[in-house]
């Protein structure tokens, strides 16, 4: 059978780098890029750290995009206080990574060509702020059109937020909430959504991450370095596991048989609220009278889900 083509678009962080190495440790996925964007630290630590990454995976022959260094509309907020200043738990880096290795092409513009020149072949898993799709949309209103689907991290549906700047909404949209309205509202690929609450409920048992971390591999000592401030602060706030909301994402990309259930609704995002701006907003009610635009994922299977999530560690 023919690979999965993949694109990956990231700002990452400890979960995005469970992500991608999740999605290039499976032999029917062909991650063809990777693409970066401003979120939970700066572009460029973004792009070093996605450096780090494939390196560790002997993947520098994936090709690494630079995207955009701020939101549309721009706020100072990052979340360098869950993933560390340097975005992989401020541990000390021992990969000797050469920042040459950044393709020289904009991540917009990587974007819309290898949607080209991949017609209907390739899924788009973003797991950061939706500024590059967004901006990918305004330059080419047909880029969506050429994409077999996308699977997104990011939105809440309990406005429950995770933002140190809001209540309400998750940290993805909340960064950039203009970029999220474009890629909900405009994107003609089918949209999967795998939103906060889903991440926050599937969790990796603590004995099972345990496990894996004392491998002794390269990867999972690799893991268990940037994971351990994670590890610490999710274990002294009484989570029943480790969770990884990029991870959940990504399963969910690699193997779409591991959803339980999902609903198929119309969605927005709330662009004005001075309490709920950036808040995924779902039309529970069908007040407004429209079409589904996204499958929004409420269960996935937990044994599949740490069955895919565990063979990164090999």
């Known amino acids: 059978m023919a690979k999965q083509k993949m694109i990956i678009d990231c700002d990452t962080g400890v979960d995005d780098a469970q992500a991608i190495m999740m999605a290039v440790s499976r032999p029917e996925i062909d991650v063809i890029a990777i693409t970066c964007v ?4 700066d572009i460029d630590n973004v792009c070093k750290n996605t450096l780090r ?24 907020e990052d979340a ?5 200043k340097d975005g992989l738990g401020d541990v000390p880096d021992a990969l000797d990574v050469n920042l040459n290795c950044i393709q020289e092409e904009h991540a917009v513009n990587a974007l819309t060509r290898l949607s080209k ?11 950061a702020p939706l500024t590059n799709l967004g901006l990918a949309l305004r330059m080419d209103p047909d880029f969506s059109r050429r994409l077999k689907g996308l699977v997104i991290m990011g939105g809440n549906m309990q406005g429950k937020g995770n ?15 203009e970029a999220a ?48 401030a994670s590890v610490k602060r999710q274990k002294a706030d009484r989570e029943p596991g480790f969770c990884s909301c990029d991870a959940q994402a990504m ?23 001075n309490l709920t701006r950036g808040m995924l907003v779902a039309d529970w ?6 079409s589904p635009n996204v499958t929004i994922v409420e269960k996935t299977d937990p044994n599949k889900s740490l069955s895919i999530w565990k063979s990164m560690f090999y």
């Open 80 to 84: 360098s206080h869950v993933h560390g």
């Open 181 to 228: 309205y474009i890629v909900l509202h405009e994107m003609k690929c089918p949209i999967t959504i795998v939103p906060l609450e889903l991440c926050l409920s599937q969790v990796f048992p603590w004995e099972k991450m345990v496990e894996c971390l004392d491998l002794n591999t390269r990867k999972s000592t690799f893991l268990q370095d940037i994971t351990k």
């Open 285 to 290: 009610r069908d007040k407004l009278k429209k």
């Open 163 to 177: 933002r140190s700047t809001s209540i309400a909404s998750e940290f993805n949209f909340g960064s950039d909430p």
């Open 117 to 127: 020149m991949h017609e209907g072949e390739v899924k788009l898993v973003a797991l």
């Open 251 to 273: 399963a969910v990309a690699i193997d779409s048989s591991i959803v339980l259930k999902s609903v198929d609704i119309f969605a927005t995002v709330e662009l004005n609220g």
């Open 38 to 41: 401003n979120g939970n630290v």
């Open 53 to 76: 990454v494939l390196k560790i995976c002997d993947s520098l022959h994936i090709p690494i995009f630079k995207g955009s260094a701020r939101s549309i509309v721009h706020y100072d």
